[in-house]
């Protein structure tokens, strides 16, 4: 076969030859003075609006700089904020550094930010990000369930004056600074001059970042910002950054194999050869807060047993398939949050996220087996085939379960089978927190208000009273979400697998890449080869 | 010949009709909650779902839903996604690459295949026959991603002739590779079927006719055989002219070609409905009037087909 597809392509050798006239590509331009980095993106952006974008983080943190930032290590610091103080962790004043301008010239204001959250989080304008300011007060004013909303304004902000706005929550949240770091992007400042025409910012946003955007992003076409002389933070290492879109995160891969990339993701299908490709310099891998779990469909009476859960559970071989699919480039989850969060309580899931198939088929065996057929269910064509294959396997070798994997056809049907708990098995479930608390996490998870569409389990009312009780009394080291996790390893609603690492590939010319405490690379910050 | 071509026209309006129709009910009935996914794994808030749903008239009943569609269609509005991208200025983005790549892997399919199976129906059981046989098959055998990303490799990284990816350098140089290995893949079928043709032609009695008037081998196959044995190879050619147009997803993907096949794949697995429908339409659209100009054509060739 190998050879005969040979044969086939040293015709087509011949037919290229001929047509290209033998012409290789000259090298491009090293660039000697001014420093410019290629990004191979393979996110689709259908708006960069801070308050719409979901999918652009690189992007949005060079053409922004957020109020709060954590850093690799979760130390948090401030940026465009001097300050974010509360005396009860309820009412909140943010007052702003000196000298900070949007790249139209004009200041950055007290009155920008309300002004900005209030259009985010108005209702009608239907903003993507909206729910990240849900924790304002008044948020539900503007997002009525029934009918329009009789307000435009969140009154829980206030101007005080240029550089300082109040914010009352709606209930004591201690990890409010850490809230407003970097990946909440819905907290992010626009200029006056955008909400005269939001669809054509959406194209072109004005931000107060360190780089600016060029034109008006077009469909198909690469992004490109280049360096804004007047930012009053920390210098860029980079002069410009091109942002070329890609359809397929592979052919990405390829073109940084080529030199044609500077940064990319590395696809998950290249984890394991991803060595032989690269130099051990050039693969930058991070932790990330995100976390896999396998969700159980608390809807079917077949999985009322804890031990059923737990069995499943001890039957997976974490490390085997992080070696084989992952090329130990993730890690095997031992709680219900990654151990990146500041004050995690790592190993709290004890032996049942280890794998012994004796004692899994036995606890099974004690809960009095499972009836008929046993379906893992994933969405379709985002790469999680591999996983749910290998997991349907080990419980069929270990527990003696008839079980299969069924990918759905997309994002869309899963989803709204998921929500309708139309599901009869375990299912695909993960949370990549926005920021690096347990708090984001475990609220999306595991908190039945105000709503549960991601809780891959029944919603625990003692958990929801211990996240309360930590939001109010805790701090950003975050140890006071611990007993909450108690009380969930103690039910044990759902199965955490793994933890996420955010991995990238990059070209020679970079010589030091550091993520920020979400796992993404800081771009603007990239130590580049000497020339 | 205007009866004719008039009359195939007609058709052309009544399916484009009942095609449209057929598509929008198939992508609204298909299972899952396009704004619900809008927002992937992060939900967004029930009052953002529910203004999306009445911004888009998602919550309208289906034939109202229809009916708007076509009212904007008669405007030229086709619509804008679920994102509020507008579905006409995606598909004219996207067009030019999917038409230069498939035009030029068209192209190499009918040169390199009527070349193959003229070789190998003038020769027939011989070796050349034979090789050709089985090589076009052996190569459509292979998956495609398979011989994509190998190319790719060879071509682009070892020996740096082609560029990984994208269309920034132009046509021939970012189209050639993708539309070859296309065009292999197309080889086998309409390479055996210009042989089968030829050999057919070759044997029927006006050909030996014209051998006893002793007219030469070259104008023989040249002006009569090729023109009778074309008849039907030119119509499984614009089949896979359409196909093409529609069907080169992997390849697009691999070499990241942004093309139409590209969007409705995404467009499918996203739900996003005025966008299948629109670039679906099209395609049925452009397939119809292939049809047409086939008809046509291949009532000139052969003109017993014309039966108005």
């Known amino acids: 076969m190998r050879g005969l597809l040979k044969g086939a392509l040293a015709a087509s050798v011949l037919v290229t030859l001929v047509l290209t006239g033998c012409s290789s590509p000259g090298p491009e331009d090293a660039g000697g003075a001014p420093a410019e980095l290629v990004v191979g993106s393979t996110d689709p952006v259908p708006n960069l609006t801070p308050g719409r974008q979901s999918n652009a983080f690189g992007l949005t943190l060079s053409v922004f700089s957020p109020l709060t930032f954590l850093d690799g290590e979760g130390e948090l610091s401030y940026m465009a904020a001097e300050s974010v103080e509360s005396e009860d962790q309820t009412n909140w004043t943010i007052t702003l550094r000196d000298g900070w301008t949007f790249h139209d010239g004009t200041p950055v204001t007290a009155q920008d930010y309300v002004d900005t959250w209030n259009t985010v989080a108005y209702g009608p304008n239907a903003f993507e990000n909206s729910g990240q300011l849900s924790v304002i007060e008044g948020y539900d004013d503007l997002n009525p369930a029934e009918g329009e909303p009789t307000t435009d304004e969140l009154s829980g902000l206030e101007v005080v004056d240029d550089l300082t706005f109040t914010v009352a929550l709606e209930r004591a949240d201690s990890q409010f600074p850490i809230e407003l770091s970097q990946a909440q992007t819905a907290f992010y400042p626009m200029p006056q001059s955008a909400f005269d025409d939001l669809e054509a910012y959406g194209k072109q946003p004005i931000g107060n970042g360190p780089l600016a955007l060029t034109a008006a992003w077009t469909e198909g076409e690469p992004i490109v910002a280049e360096r804004y002389e007047d930012y009053a933070g920390e210098e860029p290492t980079v002069d410009k950054i091109t942002w070329v879109p890609y359809a397929d995160r592979l052919t990405a891969y390829t073109d940084a194999l080529a030199g044609n990339v500077d940064i990319t993701w590395l696809p998950a299908t290249r984890m394991r050869q991803v060595t032989d490709d690269f130099d051990e310099d050039n693969i930058f891998s991070f932790a990330a807060p995100g976390i896999s779990y396998l969700g159980i469909p608390y809807w079917d009476a077949r999985f009322d047993d804890i031990r059923v859960r737990q069995a499943i559970s001890m039957a997976i071989d974490r490390e085997a398939i992080n070696g084989a699919l992952f090329g130990d480039l993730n890690a095997p989850a031992t709680a219900w949050t990654p151990s990146i969060m500041p004050g995690n309580p790592d190993g709290i899931c004890g032996e049942y996220c280890e794998y012994d198939p004796e004692a899994a088929a036995a606890l099974l065996e004690e809960a009095g087996g499972f009836d008929g057929q046993l379906t893992l269910h994933f969405p379709g064509g985002a790469g999680h085939d591999d996983l749910y294959n290998a997991m349907a396997n080990s419980l069929r070798q270990n527990l003696g379960i008839d079980a299969i994997a069924k990918p759905s056809v997309g994002w869309a049907e899963f989803g709204q089978d998921r929500n309708n708990k139309v599901l009869d098995g375990p299912f695909f479930s993960r949370w990549g927190a926005l920021y690096p608390s347990q708090q984001s996490t475990l609220r999306a998870m595991f908190s039945a208000a105000p709503n549960c569409t991601n809780c891959g389990g029944e919603p625990i009312p003692a958990v929801d009273a211990a996240l309360n009780d930590a939001d109010a009394a805790g701090s950003e080291d975050g140890t006071a979400y611990a007993k909450a996790q108690e009380l969930i390893a103690e039910q044990f609603p759902i199965i955490p697998l793994f933890e996420e690492s955010y991995n990238y590939v990059t070209s020679d010319r970079i010589v030091g890449l550091k993520a920020s405490a979400v796992g993404e690379p800081i771009l603007t910050q990239v130590v580049l080869a000497e020339d | 010949m205007i009866r004719f071509v008039s009359r195939r026209l007609l058709e052309l309006v009544i399916v484009f009709f009942g095609v449209t129709f057929v598509i929008y009910c198939a992508v609204f009935v298909l299972p899952g909650d396009p704004i619900a996914a809008l927002g992937g794994e992060r939900p967004l808030p029930e009052s953002v779902q529910q203004q999306l749903r009445t911004q888009y008239g998602l919550d309208l009943p289906l034939w109202q839903q229809y009916l708007n569609y076509l009212g904007g269609l008669a ?234």
Do not use: C
């Open chain 2, 75 to 308: 405007h030229g509005d086709l619509g804008t996604t679920f994102t509020g991208q507008s579905v006409s200025e995606q598909m004219a983005s996207r067009w030019p690459t999917t038409i230069t790549l498939a035009l030029t892997a068209w192209t190499l399919t009918v040169v390199i295949s009527i070349a193959l199976g003229l070789a190998a129906g003038l020769r027939q059981g011989s070796v050349v026959d034979r090789t050709v046989l089985l090589g076009t098959i052996i190569a459509e055998s292979v998956p495609i991603f398979v011989m994509g990303i190998t190319a790719q490799y060879i071509f682009g990284i070892n020996l740096g002739w082609t560029p990984i990816a994208g269309v920034a350098d132009g046509w021939p140089r970012a189209y050639i590779l993708p539309a070859l290995i296309i065009a292999i893949y197309g080889l086998a079928g309409v390479s055996r079927l210009m042989r089968g043709s030829v050999v057919d032609t070759m044997q029927s009695d006006f050909v030996r006719t014209l051998k006893a008037k002793g007219m030469s081998r070259r104008n023989i196959v040249g002006v009569h055989v090729m023109r009778n044995a074309a008849a039907p190879v030119v119509n499984v050619l614009a089949i896979q002219l359409g196909g093409l147009l529609g069907g080169t997803v992997v390849i697009e993907a691999i070499f990241n070609l942004n093309g139409v096949g590209q969007l409705l794949y995404k467009a499918i697995q996203d739900q996003q409905g005025t966008l299948v429908v629109g670039v679906a339409t099209t395609l049925v659209f452009i397939f119809l009037i292939t049809n047409v100009i086939v008809d046509v054509v291949t009532s000139v060739l052969d003109p017993r087909i014309r039966n108005d």
